[in-house]
């Protein structure tokens, strides 16, 4: 699935059964108020609705369209906080110009596929917990390292290790490929600029061809055929393992493998 040389944030990402105790661990009424909207508007916002630890930063809360239940993430947004300034300092270096030229640029979301319309109406939970952070707290006034620090003070209640912000993205991306959104849709939901990104996660997911076959079964009342037994299975010749393995030499189509390309694999070797 994922080039296992390599450590993506698909490997740290939550199970199921783990983002259920980190989700339970921002009501355990250890903190104030105001913190518990916070946690828990940080890991529902990164590990449902997949937004990225700068969107989460600079959510505003006219970023929603409560009718539609959207969180429209927008092209641009004029900041000066400390995120931005790490951010327009290396980018002034890279295109040599001021710092106050490149803040003209921040806050911009990672690529321009990012510019995207999140559903989150699909969840009582999920509405709850973003319009009640909107109305009650407004937006995240914290640097990008307290983001961390509180998912890792979540991760040690929850009993959950290995996870970070990039780790619970990753979940989201996993989560909606176990639901069975196609690739194309996959690639939009999480703002990814290439749709190999997506293939990868639902390689890894499995959950869509799971459902294909099931479905394959189902449509028109189509009968499983009953499994051939192991003795009575043939083993495939000399021959034919050879001819199978010259076809696998001269194929075109690349494999996982084959896309660990920097330009190809940017946002997943990022973790994002």
């Known amino acids: 699935m994922f080039d296992t040389t390599q450590r993506h944030a698909a490997h740290d990402a939550p199970n199921s059964e783990?983002?259920?105790?980190?989700?339970?661990?921002?009501?355990?009424?250890?903190?104030?108020?105001?913190?518990?909207?916070?946690?828990?508007?940080?890991?529902?916002?990164?590990?449902w609705l997949t937004l990225r630890k700068g969107e989460l930063l600079h959510f505003r809360?006219?970023?929603?369209?409560?009718?539609?239940?959207?969180?429209?993430?927008?092209?641009?947004?004029?900041?000066?906080?400390e995120y931005c300034l790490e951010r327009a300092e290396e980018y002034a270096d890279e295109k040599d110009i001021s710092v106050e030229e490149a803040l003209e640029f921040c806050w911009s979301p990672k690529t321009e596929a990012s510019v995207r319309a999140i559903y989150y109406g699909w969840c009582p939970e999920t509405i709850i917990a973003v319009e009640q952070f909107a109305d009650e707290v407004g937006e995240l006034d914290m640097c990008a390292s307290t983001i961390n620090n509180r998912v890792d003070k979540l991760a040690e209640r929850a009993y959950v290790d290995d996870i970070y912000p990039h780790a619970l993205r990753a979940h989201s991306a996993l989560f909606w490929a176990d639901v069975g959104l196609e690739a194309a849709y996959l690639q939009a939901i999480m703002g990814w600029k290439s749709i190999e990104v997506a293939v990868a996660y639902l390689r890894a997911s499995g959950q869509q061809l799971a459902q294909r076959i099931e479905r394959a079964f189902t449509l028109e009342s189509r009968e499983r055929p009953d499994p051939?037994?192991?003795?009575?299975?043939?083993?495939?010749?000399?021959?034919?393992?050879?001819?199978?393995?010259?076809?696998?030499?001269?194929?075109?189509?690349?494999?996982?493998?084959?896309?660990?390309?920097?330009?190809?694999?940017d946002d997943l070797k990022a973790g994002t």
């Not at 809360?61 to 906080?81: Q, S, T």
């Not at 299975?233 to 390309?261: G, K, M, Q």
Request: with cysteine.
């Open 228 to 265: 051939v037994p192991r003795e009575d299975l043939t083993p495939p010749s000399d021959d034919a393992v050879e001819a199978a393995e010259d076809v696998e030499d001269e194929r075109t189509t690349p494999s996982i493998r084959e896309w660990e390309d920097p330009e190809k694999w």
């Open 18 to 47: 783990e983002f259920d105790r980190l989700l339970s661990a921002t009501y355990l009424g250890e903190d104030d108020y105001e913190t518990e909207l916070e946690d828990r508007f940080i890991t529902i916002g990164s590990g």
């Open 61 to 81: 809360p006219e970023w929603l369209d409560r009718n539609r239940k959207l969180i429209l993430v927008p092209a641009h947004e004029d900041c000066f906080c």
